[in-house]
């Protein structure tokens, strides 16, 4: 798979409720109520493939640099801290409600608690990192109900991640919606 668009580090979603998640991204309230899925860049975006986006206490539409911030610095900055594995992984939450493009920005997108987030320019490979279904209580973690692939090299297969409990039909949905990612690659 390919994905693009805004993207958070794995720490600030994981050992978290679908509720939690919503609030933390800036997802509008029921937005992961029919669930969605969790996705895992396998290689980290180049300084020219992305670009900072803020804190998701400011919508990505309202988002700008503030007077005096260099933003070579703060790509440098984010680019020092990422990881393929771990906490600082980056990832991106695909809800299966998908986006309004008639719905007002700042209701689809509310104000958040403010986890930082960055804009991926291209399609970059990622693997599916976790299906999120059981809304709203389920916690993202490898103890919880949520199906974690962590910190995988190469993508688990279609039939590995519906070993589980989460239905073939669920995840074909997901991959059909084809928004911000495709299967290519």
């Given at each position: 798979?390919?994905?693009?668009?805004?993207?958070t580090?794995?720490?600030?979603?994981?050992?978290?409720?679908?509720?939690?998640?919503?609030?933390?991204?800036?997802?509008?309230?029921g937005?992961?109520?029919?669930?969605?899925?969790?996705?895992?860049?396998?290689?980290?975006?180049m300084?020219?493939?992305?670009?900072?986006?803020?804190?998701t206490?400011?919508?990505?539409?309202?988002?700008?640099?503030?007077?005096?911030?260099?933003?070579?610095?703060l790509?440098?900055?984010?680019?020092?801290?990422?990881e393929?594995?771990?906490?600082?992984?980056?990832?991106?939450v695909?809800?299966?409600?998908?986006?309004?493009?008639?719905?007002?920005?700042?209701?689809q997108?509310?104000?958040?608690?403010?986890?930082?987030?960055?804009?991926?320019?291209?399609?970059?490979?990622c693997?599916?990192?976790?299906?999120?279904?059981?809304?709203?209580?389920?916690?993202i973690?490898?103890?919880?109900?949520?199906?974690?692939?962590?910190?995988v090299?190469?993508?688990?297969s279609q039939?590995?991640?519906?070993?589980?409990?989460?239905?073939?039909?669920?995840l074909?949905?997901?991959?059909?919606r084809?928004?911000?990612?495709?299967?290519?690659?």
């Amino acid at each position: 798979m390919k994905a693009r668009g805004c993207f958070t580090q794995d720490k600030f979603i994981a050992g978290r409720s679908l509720k939690e998640i919503e609030t933390n991204i800036g997802f509008r309230e029921g937005r992961l109520s029919q669930g969605g899925i969790v996705l895992a860049l396998t290689q980290l975006p180049m300084k020219v493939q992305f670009h900072v986006a803020g804190y998701t206490n400011v919508s990505l539409h309202n988002f700008v640099i503030g007077n005096g911030l260099d933003a070579n610095v703060l790509e440098r900055n984010a680019m020092a801290q990422w990881e393929l594995t771990g906490p600082n992984r980056l990832v991106k939450v695909l809800p299966a409600i998908p986006y309004e493009p008639g719905l007002d920005p700042d209701e689809q997108y509310p104000r958040a608690r403010g986890i930082p987030q960055w804009l991926v320019l291209v399609e970059m490979p990622c693997i599916v990192a976790g299906v999120l279904s059981t809304y709203p209580k389920e916690f993202i973690g490898p103890q919880d109900k949520v199906r974690i692939f962590a910190d995988v090299a190469s993508p688990p297969s279609q039939q590995a991640i519906c070993a589980g409990s989460v239905p073939a039909a669920f995840l074909a949905k997901m991959y059909a919606r084809r928004l911000w990612c495709s299967t290519s690659g």
